[in-house]
């Protein structure tokens, strides 16, 4: 009998060897930091799941939380209290007394990349924890993908054709796996490059928060 895949990567994880050097080689000048996979953060019985594309090298990869450290958190989080997915005060070292409500945050991949750019093969070798965190959240009915590259691990992970589900800000897909129907929200990644060139602004990344509050109320 094989042994059932867990929802977060171990700490000890050598599935990607150019993640793991890469780790080792910030821990030298950064010992202090989390340095290792970035586990889910949030909710057990949520119905949102968010999925983000790596932990950033000073964010998550410093703070050991999903978006937590750098400036692609300050808009994320920002946005999650305003539609009540929040409770608690956000800081961005971790250090704070903020929860999730309904809501969880995890990573395609869950290890630092170099230049934040992910392997194709990094990504396949990471797919397992994203499928056993969908499993192990019974209750989601809805996915925000930010950015292509999570955009195109749930389809994967759902055993959808990318083709046939084109990614695009603000674009709505209702997909069905084999023991739910889940409708996927798409969003530019709320990295600090995209909103300091104003590919994504807050109102629209608002915009997409508030279709997704509006889908699972009608839902509840």
């Known amino acids: 009998m094989s042994t059932p895949i867990p929802p977060e990567a171990p700490a000890n994880c050598t599935l990607c060897p150019r993640l793991v050097s890469y780790i080792k080689e910030i821990a030298k000048a950064e010992p202090d930091w989390h340095n290792g996979p970035v586990d889910s953060f949030g909710d057990d019985n949520a119905r949102l799941l968010i999925v983000g594309m790596a932990p950033g090298r000073g964010g998550a990869n410093r703070t050991g939380r999903p978006f937590t450290g750098d400036g692609a958190g300050d808009l ?83 055993g959808m054709r990318r083709a046939a589900y084109p990614f695009g800000h603000g674009a709505e897909h209702d997909l069905e796996s084999e023991d739910r129907q889940i409708r996927l929200f798409d969003s530019y990644h709320c990295s600090r490059y995209n909103t300091n060139t104003r590919r994504l602004t807050e109102p629209m990344f608002d915009e997409v928060f508030m279709a997704i509050r509006t889908f699972l109320d009608k839902g509840s």
């Open 76 to 158: 994320l989080y920002k946005a999650l209290a305003k539609q009540g997915f929040s409770i608690g005060t956000f800081n961005k070292d971790g250090k704070d007394d903020l929860r999730l409500v309904d809501c969880m945050i995890t990573n395609a991949v869950r290890c630092v990349p170099p230049q934040n750019k992910p392997t194709g093969e990094e990504t396949r070798n990471c797919r397992p924890f994203l499928v056993s965190r969908l499993a192990h959240l019974p209750k989601v009915t809805a996915l925000f993908a930010l950015g292509r590259i999570a955009h195109d691990n749930v389809l994967s992970t759902l």
